[in-house]
């Protein structure tokens, strides 16, 4: 238990610690021909790609030297890219990863499926990880990769760094491409200007497309055709767009009411890195396709800088323009200038127009249409140093609305067992409240927020301690280190019991089987005390030889922790081979008539859990002097053989169940309580 307790400890001081690159021999079986490795260009792990005459093609890298994002075991994924001179990938290819949901639950398969996709596409195109909303992707500019179900964030982990690993090494090779630290709104500057200043200034800058010009960029194609207003009123206007950077304060005011000016500088306090670009098309092009989703890329909009994608996005804004300002169909977009966004340097915005033949499933076509945006240096500033993008950030903002609903559960859960415990425990319909918050830990803590606690973390973190990684893997998954934040302040509170009593949801399920046990009227069986006190110590060997096993083949630890059925049961729903879908399945039918054994018994993270009984800092329980002797109804009662015949509370064994607590407070059931009122009542007689 030291040791584990060392681990936390050492949580706060684990170095960042990126690997060494591969040698030539090891690179070299992953580059086929008709291609050759060639010689390295830097230390970082970056080659040369040579084609079958010998000539350059291009680069040849791996992902793990520049770009090093820790996954969930604690090591990095790393893959080779070979990277052709105008930036598409050739080839992505798996080199090594140790993410538990492949591993060995999943498979391998699907993520080898997943790095297949960026084969043919490029560097300069906006790759997005997802799914289009209903048909809003299709002719759309923007590049979605299928994830992995179950998956997500060890994909997410991937893409993220092979992305920048890959633009890392175009920003070196490229020219042009410029290293100024990206400008900001400068709020120190004022300047009153109106919308004919903007216009004759060039901030605010204009795109018109007619009819005819849009059936010019069609003639020839099979889509000709295929627009008949257009045909019909060649003159008029197809796209008549506007695009004005609305980041300095000067310039949003000549564009937007007072009371939207105060809408957007709320937005912007709380996205400070974000640069608002306001669109507005007067025509009939409409900016967006009609299935289009608020607060997603938009569909028919792209832009660049530098030959590199910028990452636009709705800004789901509600606003009035002022009067003189052109009306039509008006967004607010916004992309964050810490992924290289300079708005103070020229960059192009492309409209594109998607024609459609045929009735039955009808080919997209589509041509573009670029207006090239700057806004003066004057409006901006600039940081000495470049923020860089905290690679938590994202995944924060992702998930933030199951984060709120997660803090919100996990508070009033503090509060009923904390100030409240006595209240919760005198309920008459205590047991059924229980039961639905182990339900609601079930399914959304569960099923749906994959917030399932493992013993994979605190091994990941002692092999990321012992060999001198990064610990920044915990951060891609904020679900889950919320609840450890909340059952770490458990240990201090109350012990093991809160997790394990109540935010576990392998031990909910657990906790069902025996309700639906006692339902079907099975039988129910429980160890005798030797037993039990034997029982109990298999947790710990078992702990004992996972931490020697991580410490001697670190590589093993996704095989260890399959002595939890957790992946099986919560992560993949079940989906998974069949030997470890009986093992699971064992346990729960095993649940049905002995209580929550898996939990009491074998459950290395209980093991851990358990260090909550010495690190708590209170004995929570109250007791009385009769409790153990002559009264051991509590004992008797506590299913998880929690309390010594004493009356002492093991608190290394207690799950905060709240039943002795029930029992301790109600005078009809606790034992001295009705003997203290018995006798009163015959004092009573008596006088």
Not at 66 to 83: D, K, Q, R, T
Not at 315 to 329: I, R, S
Not at 595 to 614: D, H, N, Q, S, T
Request: with cysteine; net charge negative.
């Amino acid at each position: 238990m030291h040791l584990i307790f060392s681990f936390v400890l050492l949580l706060v001081s684990a170095l960042t610690c990126a690997a060494a690159p591969l040698t030539r021999d090891q690179i070299a079986p992953f580059v086929v021909p008709p291609y050759a490795l060639g010689e390295p260009l830097n230390d970082l792990g970056v080659w040369s790609l040579r084609n079958s005459g010998g000539a350059e093609a291009g680069y040849v890298f791996e992902t793990e030297p520049m770009a090093p994002l820790p996954g969930f075991s604690g090591a990095p994924i790393n893959m080779l890219v070979m990277l052709d001179l105008s930036g598409a990938f050739i080839e992505v290819r798996l080199i090594s990863h140790n993410e538990p949901i492949f591993v060995s639950g999943l498979g391998e398969a699907p993520f080898h499926k997943f790095f297949e996709q960026y084969r043919g596409h490029s560097i300069n195109e906006p790759l997005v990880v997802g799914t289009p909303y209903g048909a809003a992707g299709a002719g759309t500019d923007l590049v979605y990769l299928d994830g992995v179900t179950k998956a997500t964030a060890s994909v997410r982990i991937a893409h993220e760094s092979l992305l920048a690993a890959a633009l890392q090494v175009a920003r070196e090779k490229m020219q042009g491409v410029s290293t100024v630290p990206p400008a900001f709104p400068d709020p120190a500057h004022t300047e009153a200007l109106t919308w004919a200043d903007l216009v004759d200034q060039g901030m605010a800058r204009n795109l018109k497309v007619t009819n005819a010009a849009l059936d010019a960029a069609f003639a020839g194609t099979l889509w000709a055709t295929d627009d008949p207003e257009a045909q019909a009123n060649p003159d008029d206007l197809f796209l008549d767009l506007w695009v004005v950077d609305l980041g300095p304060p000067s310039i949003a005011a000549a564009v937007l009411t007072d009371d939207s000016i105060r809408d957007l500088q709320r937005f912007l306090s709380v996205s400070t890195t974000e640069e608002p670009i306001l669109v507005i098309d007067t025509a009939r092009h409409g900016l967006v396709s009609p299935n289009f989703v608020r607060n997603t890329a938009p569909d028919r909009l792209a832009a660049v800088q530098d030959g590199l994608p910028v990452q636009l996005r709705d800004a789901d804004l509600l606003f009035e323009t002022l009067t003189d300002v052109p009306q039509g169909t008006a967004m607010i977009l916004r992309t964050d200038r810490r992924l290289g966004f300079d708005p103070a340097r020229e960059w192009v915005l492309t409209a594109q127009a998607v024609r459609e033949h045929g009735m039955f499933q009808p080919e997209v076509g589509s041509t573009h249409f670029s207006l090239t945006v700057v806004t003066p240096e004057r409006f901006f500033a600039r940081p000495a140093v470049v923020e860089k993008l905290p690679p938590w950030r994202e995944a924060i903002l992702n998930r933030q609305s199951d984060l709120l609903i997660l803090a919100g559960l996990l508070v009033v859960l503090l509060l009923a067992l904390g100030p409240g415990q006595d209240r919760l425990a005198a309920l008459a319909a205590f047991t059924p409240v229980r039961l639905g918050v182990l339900a609601v830990v079930t399914l959304f803590v569960g099923w749906w927020g994959q917030g399932q606690l493992s013993i994979v973390t605190p091994l990941a973190i002692l092999r990321t301690v012992v060999q001198g990684g990064n610990l920044s893997f915990l951060l891609y998954d904020p679900f889950s280190l919320l609840i450890w934040a909340v059952t770490i302040l458990g240990f201090v509170a109350w012990g093991r019991g809160l997790f394990c009593g109540w935010l576990c949801p392998f031990g909910a399920l657990q906790e069902f089987a025996h309700h639906l046990g006692r339902l079907l009227h099975l039988p129910q069986w429980e160890p005798s005390a030797l037993w039990d006190r034997r029982l109990k110590t298999v947790k710990y060997i078992l702990l004992a030889g996972m931490v020697a096993a991580v410490l001697i083949r670190p590589d093993s630890i996704d095989t260890v922790a399959e002595v939890e059925p957790f992946k099986t049961a919560i992560t993949t729903f079940f989906l998974r081979e069949w030997w470890f879908v009986a093992y699971a399945v064992f346990w729960l039918i095993l649940g049905m008539v002995m209580f929550k054994g898996f939990c009491r018994y074998v459950c290395p993270l209980g093991a851990i859990m358990a260090i909550g009984g010495v690190l708590r800092g209170r004995d929570w329980i109250a007791r009385r002097k009769e409790c153990g002797s002559p009264c051991q109804l509590c004992r008797v009662r506590c299913r998880y053989g929690a309390i010594e015949p004493s009356g002492k509370v093991q608190y290394s064994e207690c799950f905060q169940c709240l039943d002795c607590v029930t029992i301790h407070n109600d005078a009809a059931t606790c034992v001295p309580l009705v003997l203290a009122a018995k006798g009163r009542a015959r004092l009573r007689v008596a006088k």
